[in-house]
């Protein structure tokens, strides 16, 4: 069994600890996101759930029509702590990536603004380019979507959880998150019937979809999509050779323990590292416009 997303952090943050423990020192990246995921906890247990404003016939409405349920001005953001918890992100990317430090202080220096951080977070979600605004910041626009994706997400997630129970998944079953609009960055297969299940890469929802199915280009060509397998069966990697995407998964039948999703985006790294060596891409690699092109913008 895996666990649900309002019990993981704290999971996380002691499976990570007693991987230190057992291996040593981690990886600077790891010693990062654990950093980043203890801020990210803080704000989420500051964070009063929000009850969905939205009325059943609208939920109803958007979901059969392949809309998500979260546009931008769904969202319950209080902006006091959005951007305190940039702050306190930026601060600890700064001390812990001293190569960066002058980069991200610059972030720190132009999101401090209220209204630039709504127009940047207001672009993130809707899948507009950042790169118009990075640029008239000079900040790179990379750097600038990691840190808008890590101070939104304790908040997304909670909207997340509150609106999950509305789907129906048996009618979904759309490449793209049910709540958010997001894109998948990871899967897992059930322990009941083997069905593949999507993880959202912002705010962690889960839906029901299509084994043999690409889940960013819709390819149902049989001979253009595969998986390989670790050892033991219990990793999958999804590819596609028309879109040249892939796709991680979890096989939770071959789990011998318990299996904290989020946690497998970042233990997983090698997988990332053998896809794109053999020229596949993930989802954060994909163009932005395709999401405009699938009705989610």
Known sequence: MYVMASETEAKMLQRLDELEQREGELPSFVQLYRQVLRLQAEARSRFTAPKPKLAEDVISARLSQGIPLLSFEDLSLDWAQVRGLFQEII?????????????????????????????????????????????????????????????????????SEALLPKVDQESWRRRYCPICGGRPDFAYLDEERGARWLLCSRCDAEWLFQRLECPYCGCQDQNALAYFTDDEGLYRLYV????????????????????????????????????????????????TSERGEEGLS
């Open 240 to 287: 596609c050779e028309q879109c040249k995407r892939y796709l991680k998964a979890v096989d939770l039948r071959q789990a011998k323990s318990e299996v904290l999703l989020p946690l497998e985006r970042l233990l997983t790294f090698e997988f990332d590292i053998q896809a794109r060596e053999d020229g596949y891409r993930s989802c954060a690699e994909a163009d």
């Open 91 to 159: 601060r600890s990317v700064a001390k812990d990536s001293p190569d960066t430090s002058k980069e991200v202080k610059t972030l720190g220096n132009i999101l401090s603004k209220k209204a630039v951080l709504e127009e940047v977070v207001r672009a993130w979600y809707e899948g507009s380019s950042l790169i118009p605004i990075a640029t008239r910041h000079s900040v790179d626009n990379e750097s600038l979507g990691l840190v808008v994706a890590a101070v939104v997400k304790p908040f997304l997630t909670t909207h």
